[in-house]
């Protein structure tokens, strides 16, 4: 069973939140240009973000952290990316100098013996690499949704993130079904292990499918006890929902 048949549905508002969400990205590339970047998962709501900027040929990069930890599924959507929207999608890694001395300190197991040391992998292979993503960039783009977690329920479509850039959440309203009709209804291309009940796909050793009733990101780092379970990417900001697009200007 594909996850378009199990998730979309046409629901009340769509249209209007597919155009706020329109809106987010223009006034972005707008106040941002050539500053501006989507940092992409490759997961179905930044397909779905990667969608718009090309269906509406916005002038925003689209960039993703190449851990060396991904799904080959997951790899596989880059050059679908290629052919499909003519997008060369930017492949920020870790400094291999410094994976090389954290597997050889740790082990290539190390996230499981620790939350401490699965953070630390983390950093060394998304937080470090997006720095250097952002360097003189002053916005970026994320697929985040509210629905997503409880510690994303007050998420605003407009923030800062803690170096003063403007992070824009195009999809923040949107619910699950809305993203995966808007799949359906533009033909989207998606990593088929959302087919295989992945909703949130990280990289291999810690992501796991999920049982049915299982909240949707149970199958990220599902060994910690830990209630806010994040790699450290995405951390609520003071609220800007105010500001407009004049005012983002940097």
């Known amino acids: 069973m594909s996850a378009i048949s199990l998730y979309a549905r046409a629901t009340t508002g769509h249209d209007e939140r597919v155009r706020h969400a329109l809106r987010v990205l223009q006034e972005g590339a707008l106040a941002h240009p050539g500053a ?5 998962s490759l997961g179905a709501e ?3 973000v990667t969608d718009l900027i090309a269906r509406h040929a916005l002038p925003v990069a689209v960039a993703t952290l190449d851990t060396g930890m991904l799904h080959a599924e997951t790899l596989a959507l880059l050059p679908e990316i290629h052919a499909r929207y003519g997008i060369e999608v930017e492949r920020w890694a870790p400094r291999a100098e410094s994976v090389v001395h954290f597997v050889r300190t740790h082990g290539e197991r ?3 013996a620790s939350i401490e040391l699965r953070k630390n992998c983390c950093g060394l292979r998304k937080l470090e690499p997006l720095g250097r993503m952002l360097a003189g ?3 970026w783009v994320t697929g985040l949704r509210r629905e997503q977690s409880e510690q994303r329920g007050t998420l605003e479509a407009r923030q800062r993130d ?3 850039r403007t992070k824009l959440n195009p999809l923040a309203d949107w619910t699950q079904a809305d993203v995966w009709h808007y799949i359906a209804r533009h033909e989207v291309p998606y990593n088929p292990l959302h087919d295989r ?3 949130s796909i990280g990289c291999e050793p810690c992501t796991r499918a999920v049982a049915v009733g299982e909240d949707i990101r149970a199958g990220r780092w599902w060994w910690e006890d830990e209630a806010a ?3 450290g990417l995405h951390v609520e900001r003071p609220r800007v929902s105010s500001i407009t697009a004049a005012s983002l200007t940097p």
Do not use: L, N, W
């Not at 501006?36 to 992409?40: D, G």
């Open 36 to 40: 501006i970047v989507q940092a992409t």
């Open 110 to 112: 190390a996230m499981y």
């Open 229 to 231: 379970k994040e790699c």
């Open 197 to 199: 009940f992945f909703p």
């Open 137 to 139: 960039r002053s916005a």
């Open 46 to 48: 930044d397909m779905v």
């Open 162 to 164: 803690d170096a003063g």
